[in-house]
């Protein structure tokens, strides 16, 4: 399949309106295979002991995927499902106790100083079944220094859950906020109040929570670019250090059903959301640490972001469908729960040598990804394995090359790692994008115009796939 440079942008821009997780499955359903936990424990061992690049990796992040919601937002993305009995809650933590003590001794000697949980809704578990997971967490990999990331949806926080956090270590608290507007969250069946979004926002900095993020969403059906921009000024009023503003992806593909004409103005209004956004923000003192992220200057020290993987860090995660990692060697991911009170299903990820090469260079690429160093690890040329693609990269400014070291130019501000995976593994994978094409012909056309004229750039900060692969914990 012949793929040209603006084809390959137009079909970037489509693959934006698509429900992610089926792409999730398309780009690494494919590579996996049902497998078992022992065998993750050996993969893991074996690499630590023999692969002397992830033996140098000394830090783990821990992820805890909370697949559980209350109720099921019209926009959302992300691995979750609808709580039908608390009791689930329990066995949940029972299973996730259970796969957090087997792994654990193939973590060993590595330092676990961060917790990220992530949903579906963190905040759902009652203040006893928060203690009951941060013991099992403690038990497995004890760290009296660890730093707690949390995400909350304020429908479902309270100030007893707050304070079993604070008690534990809560570095960052993530206030799915998208709208202060009630009428808009009505629209999209979110349950909670302004009231308590800004009672979430307030206490969190009473309790001196180090980083408060707040996420809000651009473009939701019935908001206003008056009341988002109101919005973000209420909620920088009350002391949110960190925001995030998500282009709004439609799941329904309704919006891509409608005419051009509107498909374009539906993108004009959230493009200008976004940047007006943007532009509040800088004003306000943030800096822009990722696509739609932003950090207050001076908030103290270097805020972090949910668990990713660096060239110094892999991901352990725990829970149905999270996701594990040591770059270029070792993946894994959870499947759902299975009845009785067992480990979730797991599928390793027997991904082949070319995927596992270009993984490592999108990871080495923020640090500094050396020629030398790539072959010398994998025992085949980055020339021939990404040459191409880092040229695409380089003649849109994206990264540089000097003395044998491709790096990311200052024209974009990637920082966290997510979003760069997902482009390299479709920048980098033909294969993967042919099969995507071949997976969404039936949808893919290729004469229409779905970036609605937007530059490369833009493509890639607008898209939710970005998005996708840190939210759920790769
Ligand atoms: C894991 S989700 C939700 C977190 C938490 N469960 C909550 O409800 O607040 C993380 C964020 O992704 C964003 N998001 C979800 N679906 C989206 C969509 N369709 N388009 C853009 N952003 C979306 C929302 O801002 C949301 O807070
Ligand atoms: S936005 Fe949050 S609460 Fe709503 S369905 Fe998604 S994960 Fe659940």
């Given at each position: 399949m012949i793929l040209n440079r603006s084809d390959l942008r137009n079909f970037l821009f489509f693959l934006n309106e698509i429900h992610p997780l089926s792409i999730e499955d398309s780009l690494l359903g494919a590579a996996t295979a049902p497998s078992s936990w022992e065998e993750v424990k050996t993969k893991i061992r074996v690499a630590r002991k023999n692969d002397s690049f992830v033996r140098s990796i000394k830090r783990v992040q821990i992820y805890i995927h909370v697949p559980f919601c209350g109720r099921l937002c019209k926009f959302c993305h992300c691995a979750r499902i609808l709580l039908r009995r608390r009791s689930e809650i329990n066995t949940y933590i029972d299973s996730v106790s259970r796969q957090m003590m087997f792994l654990s001794s193939a973590y060993?000697?590595?330092?676990?100083d961060t917790l990220c949980f992530g949903g579906?809704?963190?905040?759902?578990?009652n203040a006893q079944q928060l203690t009951a997971i941060l013991d099992g967490v403690d038990e497995a990999f004890p760290n009296p220094q660890r730093k707690i990331l949390f995400e909350i949806n304020p429908s479902s926080w309270s100030a007893s859950k707050l304070a079993v956090l604070s008690a534990r270590g809560l570095y960052r608290l993530s206030i799915?906020?998208?709208?202060?507007d009630d009428k808009v969250l009505r629209n999209v069946s979110r349950s909670q109040t302004r009231k308590k979004v800004l009672w979430c926002l307030r206490s969190a900095r009473k309790a001196k929570v180090p980083y408060v993020n707040v996420d809000l969403m651009a473009g939701?059906?019935?908001?206003t670019t008056k009341g988002f921009m109101d919005d973000l000024e209420v909620l920088l009023d009350e002391g949110a250090n960190v925001v995030h503003v998500y282009p709004y992806c439609d799941p329904t593909g309704q919006i891509l059903r409608r005419s051009q004409d509107e498909v374009k103005d539906f993108f004009k209004k959230r493009d200008s959301m976004m940047k007006l956004g943007s532009e509040a923000l800088v004003k306000a003192g943030f800096s822009r640490k990722g696509l739609g992220a932003y950090t207050q200057t001076g908030a103290g020290e270097e805020h972090q972001e949910e668990a990713y993987t660096t060239l110094e860090s892999a991901v352990a995660g725990f829970g149905p469908f999270a996701k594990s990692q040591f770059p270029g060697a070792v993946y894994y991911s959870s499947g759902a729960l299975r009845a009785g009170n067992n480990l979730p299903s797991v599928a390793l990820a027997q991904h082949d040598k070319s995927y596992a090469m270009s993984h490592y260079a999108a990871i080495a690429i923020m640090d500094g990804l050396n020629e030398k160093v790539f072959a010398r690890r994998f025992g085949v040329s980055l020339e021939k394995q990404c040459g191409e693609a880092l040229r695409f990269l380089q003649q849109e400014g994206l990264v540089t090359f000097s003395k044998g070291v491709w790096k990311f130019s200052g024209k974009w501000e990637i920082r966290r790692i997510r979003e760069y995976i997902v482009l390299t593994r479709i920048l980098f994978g033909q294969r993967m994008v042919d099969n995507l094409r071949r997976r969404f012909a039936d949808k893919?056309?290729?004469?229409?115009?779905?970036?609605?004229?937007?530059?490369l750039l833009k493509a890639y900060s607008n898209s939710w796939l970005m998005t996708l692969y840190y939210r759920m914990g790769v």
């Open positions: 060993q000697g590595m330092s676990a579906g809704t963190p905040s759902i578990l799915g906020v998208q709208s202060l939701l059906p019935g908001q893919y056309d290729p004469q229409h115009d779905y970036s609605g004229g937007n530059s």
